[in-house]
């Protein structure tokens, strides 16, 4: 298959030579993609400005060894321009695109990718908060990735209730009896919030007081640091 058609979205680029570019891609139907993109730093090139970051494209590629290169780009989703120009909604999405580099691998997920295309359109459409798209995006794709969090039940033993001590290593709330000393508490609004962030419950996440957010922001900050390995650069640029 030396040559394929897919679409993609942008996660990142790094300079190649004096005009040409390394486009680092999460597609549709096959997984992470690195591509050469020859020309696009030319002032005359035809695609370069479909291939920056944030942007979703219908690319065809031609398969090399090493590096694939990108011979044809058209715009699918613009949304690198809109998000750029807002500093909440660019924090909050290179966020979101270091967060797909790091879950997805050559074999990639179709939900990955769906998922990050609608919270880079939902940001470039200032649907809601940038500080609460992104919050919803990291909890719905560690999920994805088999790293679901418990707001409800225990994550430990699975026993109901109302519980408030949060243990990231174990993946969310526990009850008093799995709860470490010293565990950190949340109260009942915090929870609520979070468990609407991971099921997309709009209504109910906008309405929380700033308080409750922010407190909300360190949890998911932190559940994601713990489960991803290693730390999110762009986190903490992340405007709160």
């Not at 494209?57 to 809109?82: F, K, N, P, W």
């Not at 039940?153 to 709860?179: E, K």
């Not at 009942?188 to 468990?195: E, R, S, V, W, Y």
């Amino acid at each position: 298959m030396p040559v394929y058609r897919d679409e993609a979205v942008v996660l990142r680029t790094h300079k190649l030579g004096e005009a040409d570019r390394i486009v680092t891609m999460l597609t549709r139907q096959h997984g992470k993609v690195r591509a050469v993109a020859k020309g696009v730093r030319r002032t005359a090139s035809k695609f370069g400005a479909r291939l920056e970051p944030f942007m979703v494209a219908d690319v065809q590629l031609y398969e090399g060894r090493s590096l694939d290169i990108v011979t044809q780009a058209e715009s699918i989703g613009s949304y690198g321009a809109l998000i750029s120009g807002d500093y909440a909604s660019y924090t909050a999405a290179s966020a979101m695109v270091e967060t797909a580099d790091k879950l997805t691998e050559a074999e990639g997920s179709l939900q990955q990718y769906l998922l990050l295309v609608g919270a880079l359109r939902s940001l470039s459409r200032m649907e809601h908060g940038a500080s609460l798209t992104l919050d919803s995006y990291l909890l719905r794709a560690l999920s994805m990735a088999g790293w679901a969090p418990s707001f409800q039940g225990c994550a430990r033993c699975g026993a109901l209730g109302d519980h408030s001590a949060l243990v990231v290593q174990v993946g969310g709330i526990v009850c008093d009896d799995c709860a470490a000393p010293g565990s950190p508490r949340l109260d009942k609004a915090t929870i609520l919030l979070l468990g609407s962030l991971l099921a997309g419950d709009w209504d109910q996440a906008e309405s929380m007081p700033e308080q409750t957010r922010n407190q909300a922001n360190g949890v998911v900050a932190a559940y994601t640091q713990w489960h991803l390995g290693r730390g999110l650069r762009s986190l903490e640029h992340v405007s709160r």
